[in-house]
């Protein structure tokens, strides 16, 4: 099977930056995408960013230009740099990796979560 560990969420000012890290393991054949959503109280959970294979990007347009996402396929992990952070990104942050594992389908897996908060 396959497990998903995040790290790296935190207690941070406003406009500073933190880099949350999502690091799969087990019996993993392909990356199809990678995802980083967000869920804040009462709120629906969002897409804040994705990477697919061929390392194309795309962002919510909340976070363009403040947050990166990147890959590194041989170590099947996706970090999400967060910069310039405001109260409103605080939220519950979720990885999201659509892989091909030992079934040979892509199957979806969700990280535990990380508690990114910003204080103003």
């Known amino acids: 099977q396959v497990q998903l560990v995040e790290s790296g969420g935190g207690l941070v000012q406003a406009g500073g930056s933190l880099r949350l890290s999502c690091a799969a393991s087990g019996s993993i054949f392909g990356i199809n995408a990678l995802n980083w959503f967000r869920q804040a109280p009462g709120k629906q959970r969002e897409l804040v960013a994705a990477?697919?294979?061929?390392?194309?990007?795309n962002y919510a347009a909340s976070v363009k230009g403040r947050f990166t996402i990147s890959s590194d396929n041989a170590k099947n992990t996706v970090y999400l740099q967060m910069n310039s952070l405001k109260p409103e990104d605080t939220a519950v942050y979720y990885c999201?990796?659509?892989?091909?594992?030992?079934?040979?389908?892509?199957?979806?897996?969700w990280g535990q979560g990380t508690q990114v908060t910003v204080s103003s």
């Open positions: 990477i697919n294979s061929a390392k194309s990007t």
């Open positions: 999201n990796q659509r892989l091909r594992d030992s079934s040979f389908r892509i199957n979806d897996y």
